[in-house]
């Protein structure tokens, strides 16, 4: 699986939109970036995920660049619940293994 | 999103003793399951792979005799830890998916700690 490289840490004000970046420059042509998102304690949930167009759901959006090396995560409108670690993850489909890394901590500032 | 649940959601027990832990796909068929652990301030870890009907694909480095996985149906899928120790005290947690389908779902995990 391609590799995944994320901040370790950010910070984001309260309604601010957050905007997580993550690179993926081995990703391979028919692998999806994922992002899921884990608040302490409990089990990751998942957000977003595409393979090559932008996609947009109720959570967020994400943007995908056209070589598809790197990817931006955007949730718009940040909340306090929005506070947890972020993965993005590459993988080739659902029923396939996800490796995870160590994550971007978003912490949202009232 | 489909829904995964995990039982118990928190677990103690002495050490020597065996741990059962159950993950239900509440809402769809789940053809495979998968187990993660996850230690203190750290990422999750792959344990182990299953597929319904089939014996268990292990991690390097994941004892198959001590974490045994059994996916007897598509909505079921347990993980026994065997003679526990304390160091076997973690986070574990479960994702499922359908068949077909590009996206995972977790479960809320269960935490267990051995004394």
């Known amino acids: 699986d391609a590799k995944t490289t994320q901040p370790t840490s950010m910070d984001c004000a309260e309604g601010r939109a957050a905007n997580l970046p993550c690179n993926h420059s081995?990703?391979?042509?028919?692998?999806?970036v994922y992002w899921y998102r884990q608040i302490h304690s409990q089990g990751p949930q998942y957000i977003i995920h595409?393979?090559?167009n932008n996609e947009t759901n109720e959570m967020a959006s994400l943007i995908i660049t056209e070589d598809r090396k790197s990817s931006t995560l955007i949730l718009p409108h940040a909340t306090l619940r929005d506070t947890a670690v972020y993965y993005c993850i590459v993988g080739y489909f659902g029923n396939e293994k996800l490796t995870f890394g160590t994550g971007t901590r978003l912490t949202i500032i009232p | 999103g489909a829904v995964v649940s995990q039982h118990p959601s928190w677990v103690i027990c002495k050490s020597g003793t065996s741990v059962k832990i159950e993950c239900r796909s509440l809402d769809f068929q789940a053809t495979t399951m998968f187990w993660y652990r996850q230690f203190p301030k750290q990422s999750l870890m792959l344990m182990a792979t299953s597929n319904e009907g089939s014996k268990a694909t292990y991690e390097q480095g994941v004892e198959k005799d001590k974490f045994l996985i059994n996916h007897a149906s598509l909505t079921l899928s347990t993980l026994t830890v065997t003679s526990a120790h304390p160091e076997d005290s973690s986070f574990y947690i479960c994702?499922?998916?359908?068949?077909?389908?590009?996206?995972?779902?977790f479960g809320p995990g269960t935490r267990l700690t051995v004394l």
């Open positions: 081995t990703i391979s042509g028919n692998e999806y």
């Open positions: 994702s499922a998916s359908e068949g077909g389908a590009d996206t995972q779902y």
């Open positions: 595409g393979l090559k």
